[in-house]
């Protein structure tokens, strides 16, 4: 049921929310604010490294949850696309967990690749949504995102609910490896706990913005996404969002790739949409994008109040969020990139729910 909203993909964006705050109310106690101690299968305090494979959406979580693994638990993380990382011939040992990510469970190349890592002796960990599913069934410890049903093609919910757990999971492994304070966890934690109302009120904030700018977007042929840190991935995920349901072609780069290979695009008819809250790389990314506007680029610039301040130069559009902590800033700044495709694709008129060539669940190679 869509309720009022006419698509899937519409519901589930403005679900977040709601779902998100249930999804961690399993990995946080509200009362204490601390992470409830969840892998008893996965010992994060002896383990050398972590590695992570996943497809699509769920690889780009896992990118996020890299980040957040080796900043807050100095674990080093391998990750990879399921399809790579089953047949490359990872060398693996017993002092590393495996951790797979899937929305459905049953992606075939990420069941794969798990079972790789089981024949090898490693803990497996499943960052799953539906818990009965294979990959839920095969692994060690289950870590459910509790999005609920996802039905639109193009995955939302399910990848803010990973990014939800991934943070939880990393702030528990720092705890366990003497990285983070008992302090710096509950600092980290009551992030957490804000960030359902901060979603709340992004999404009623951007939406009428959003909705217009989707409007010049739709007459663009090809679009170029970048960012830095947490944001490269999310640069990523944004550029597939918008090549999955709208058909623009569009691609998500690290924004200091900009100048190996990308800058040789940038002209008037390839808007260049940043990704940039006001943090550790904000400067580095504002040099990029002047790169870009002196090459007489549209800019979409994504940021944050203190960014938006911040920067002087001229764009196409500025989509200003609330300053957030770093810790929620992928989850906050996933819903601008979400909203832009899922506008984009309605401007366009295309099937937003059921994208051609597109299946929910890639039970084969
Ligand atoms: O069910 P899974 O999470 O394993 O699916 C992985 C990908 O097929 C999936 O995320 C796909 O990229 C989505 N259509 C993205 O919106």
Known sequence: DKGNHRHFMEKEIYEQPEIISHA????????????????????????????????GTAYLSGLVGKYWFERYARLPVEI???????????????????????QS?????????LRYCKEEGLPIGAVVNVKESTIAREADAIFPILA??????????AFTCQLAVLAALSIQAGRARGILTEAQEKEL???LIEMPRIMSKVLN??????????????????????????????AMEGALKLKEISYIHA?????????????????????????APHDRFFEKTVSNMQEVAARGGKIIFITDE????????????????????????????????????????????????????????VTVE
Do not use: W
Request: aromatic letters at 6%; one cysteine or more; glycine letters at 6%.
């Open 306 to 361: 203190k960014g938006a301040a911040a920067s002087k130069l001229a764009t196409m559009a500025t989509i200003v969020l609330p300053n957030v902590d770093e810790v929620i800033a992928p989850m906050i700044f996933a819903l601008p990139i979400q909203l832009l495709a899922y506008h984009t694709a309605v401007f366009m008129g295309t099937d937003v729910d059921q994208p051609r060539n597109l299946a929910k669940s």
């Open 148 to 157: 609920g049903p996802e039905i639109g093609v193009a995955s939302t919910k």
């Open 251 to 275: 691609e998500g780069y690290a924004a200091g790739e900009l100048k190996h290979g990308p800058i040789a695009l940038i002209d008037e008819h390839m808007p260049v949409i940043v990704i």
């Open 105 to 113: 469970g049953e992606t075939a190349d990420t069941l794969a690749s």
């Open 205 to 234: 904030l951007i939406q009428p913005q959003i909705e217009q700018l989707s409007r010049d977007l739709s007459r663009f042929k090809d679009v170029l996404y970048l960012g830095r840190g947490t944001s490269y991935p999310l």
């Open 189 to 191: 934690v009551r992030h």
């Open 80 to 102: 990879d696309v399921a399809s790579e990382f089953r047949y490359r011939d990872i060398p693996l040992s017993k002092d590393q967990a495996a951790l797979f990510i899937s």
């Open 24 to 55: 961690l109310s399993h990995y946080v106690d509200f009362a204490s604010g601390s992470i409830k101690q969840k892998a008893e299968a996965i010992d994060f305090a002896k383990l050398r490294s972590l590695a992570i494979s996943a497809c």
